[in-house]
């Protein structure tokens, strides 16, 4: 089942609460999911299988133009889409493209009006009454994924749309991201949370080695001036990146490690495809 929708309307946040943990990172910059990532919910009898997207944009670097060739090849083959809209934002010509493109799928659409909480019952009700125009949908529910408002209604009508069939992936697993990406991808999240302007876009992570002590990651911008942000004066950044992404990292591989963070320039590699390639994304 695909999620689509444009960037920042809070997909990956959708995700994580339908499958009961992290699967995606998280920022309030767009683009910050780069590549397919399917997350597992496992329940009495299903299994939920979401592929969380990039948002669809327009394509303007190799970066992008792989992100967009990901969102087109996800909907080769899917029996379902989860529609996701903003609350907070006005339901535009963006939502009207993706909708042109969901609807002419064939499957059964489920619109999902996230970031609802702490808005008026009002303005829900406009912001809903403007979604149900957007196309013939199976089901219109209103979420707020941050806080899990109305996420098992949701859950509920997604496995509904669930074909019989064998499980996918082993009961327990919530992603199929190989390990060494998903530290890398919990590194960025935090280079992302920390840094501003320019600077997230052009952040990247690879992990070069990882044992069960040791965790080295080199953390890739664009340049020199980049790279003394996200190092920071002194090495403060990119100390406070290290601290931040630890204990996550820890949870996730369920040991302690030392972490080593090598912060690297390495000149316009949104537009490398090799780079990119190396990167997997």
């Known amino acids: 089942m695909a999620v689509a929708g444009r960037p920042n309307v809070g997909k990956s946040t959708l995700v994580n609460a339908l499958c009961g943990g992290?699967?995606?990172?998280v920022s309030d910059k767009p683009q910050t999911t780069r590549r397919r990532i399917?997350?597992?919910?496992?329940g009495e009898g299903y299994q939920l299988v979401l592929a969380d997207l990039p948002g669809f944009q327009r394509p303007r670097d190799a970066l992008t133009e792989r992100m967009q060739r990901t969102v087109d090849s996800a909907?080769?083959?899917?029996e379902a889409v989860l529609f996701a809209l903003s609350a907070r934002e006005r339901i535009g010509a963006g939502d009207r493209f993706i909708a042109e493109r969901v609807f002419g799928l064939g499957v059964p659409v489920v619109i999902v009006l996230n970031k609802v909480d702490r808005l008026k019952p009002g303005h829900i009700a406009s912001q809903m009454e403007t979604a149900a125009r957007l196309g013939d949908f199976h089901a219109l529910h209103p979420v707020g994924a941050k806080t899990g408002d109305g996420v098992g209604e949701l859950r509920e009508e997604l496995v509904s749309l669930l074909p019989e069939g064998p499980l996918y992936f082993p009961e327990g697993e919530r992603t199929d991201l190989p390990l060494e990406l998903q530290v890398a991808e919990l590194v960025r999240e935090k280079a992302l949370q920390l840094?501003?302007?320019?600077?997230?876009h052009a952040v990247s992570v690879e992990v070069e080695e990882l044992t069960?002590?040791?965790?080295?990651?080199?953390?890739?911008?664009e340049t020199e001036s980049q790279k003394q942000i996200v190092v920071g004066r002194g090495g403060s950044m990119v100390k406070e990146i290290g601290v931040r992404a630890r204990p996550e990292i820890e949870l996730l591989l369920g040991r302690h490690v030392f972490l080593e963070l090598h912060v690297k320039v390495r000149p316009r590699w949104r537009r490398d495809e090799a780079m990119l390639e190396r990167l997997g994304i």
């Open 75 to 78: 909907f080769e083959d899917v």
């Open 38 to 42: 399917l997350g597992v919910a496992n």
């Open 22 to 25: 992290k699967v995606a990172i």
């Open 212 to 221: 069960d002590e040791v965790v080295r990651a080199n953390v890739f911008v």
């Open 195 to 200: 840094t501003r302007e320019e600077v997230p």
